[in-house]
């Protein structure tokens, strides 16, 4: 979640930092081009027209199944850092 070359070296092993998700929302999350609020509500960036996000699947309806309190700080670095909202 907290991508490598930010990360300490105890953040880098830590299994909390990561998400398991399918490729698609894994290169679009690595990205900055989807994000997930604490509760694992998937966030879309403006960044990318509703048209295209029809096209690949991807939906505001699409949550995490369940986010680990220790995961949380990890998702939260991302909302801030890496995740794009507006441009």
Sequence with gaps: I???KFSDNQ???DP???LLLVP???K???KGFV???RKGNIILSDKIEPLEWQKIKVNSDLTLRFVPEET???LEYHNEYVFELNC
């Design 72 to 74: 949380k700080k990890y």
């Design 35 to 37: 994000t997930f609020s």
């Design 28 to 30: 679009l999350f690595d």
């Design 16 to 18: 909390y930092n990561s």
């Design 11 to 13: 953040e880098r092993i």
């Design 2 to 4: 907290k991508p490598w």
């Design 24 to 26: 698609t929302l894994d």
